[in-house]
């Protein structure tokens, strides 16, 4: 009882918090000052009452980072299979508690998978060699997709990054339609994390994948693509490099992979017959510049 009169009097945690730091420079020490760091707190997901994943996210836009990680995982296969969903503070973290359907559930005990969430690299988990390639359909892909709106989209991206202009510390995830206007962003301590949130918020929008792309500003793993490619996203553009297994998950699974995008290059991995090279954009109007 006292537990629970303790969690209930907590107060949700923030994205962000001020701590007190001392600055050095070459001509010695600095005053005392207050820097700003992203938040990273333990999050249970817990499907019908059982505790299956935990990990350790930026505590927003929880309800997108559990859908979309339940459709990225294969626990959900669309938006109609979760009946409910609850986010409990408690003094060890967050749980979302997910309502979802019998036959879900059913599978995802057979799976008998734990879990462990984490803001480095890994495969979260899977408990032989034989679960981790999970894409079996080919993606379909849209329109063939503009450089010029690719340079665009990674010139504006950095202005609907908020909490990394904050804190330096945190990635994020963002749509892209193929006129390259960013149309949702999503921001996490974790590069999944804040991939997972943004397939979640598409999903609930009942949105098409296939016209656009996912622009990540993190490095393109096999794991990034795979979530990728299960959400139906036809194209997955990173700011860094992807890993050679990437490469050949993206190739067997019909999605476009490009890597070290900047402001006026980048690097085609797979797909390449989906990607015009066109000339960059001459009008500053014409970046990417609208957050919807």
Known sequence: MQREHLASALTPPKQACHVPVWRVCADGWQRSTVDVLVEETPVALVYNGISHAVMLATPTELDDLALGFS???????????????????????ISIMMEIASRQ???LKNRRRALAGRTGCGLCG??????VARCQTPVSRGAALSASRIFAAV??????????QTTGAAHAAAWVDADGVIHQVREDVGRHNALDKLIGARARLGADNR???????????YEMVQKTALAGMGALVALSAPTALAVRLAESSGLTLVGFARQHSLVVYAGASHVLADMPLAREGDSADTLR
């Open 211 to 221: 016209e656009g792309f996912a622009l990540v500003s993190s490095r393109a793993s």
């Open 126 to 131: 899977v408990d032989s060699l034989d679960g």
């Open 71 to 93: 459709l990225s995982e294969g626990i959900l296969d669309d938006l109609s299979q979760l009946y409910g969903l609850d986010i409990e503070h408690s003094a060890d973290g």
């Open 155 to 164: 010139k504006a991206l950095e202005r609907h990054q908020p909490l990394r």
């Open 105 to 107: 559930f059913h599978s």
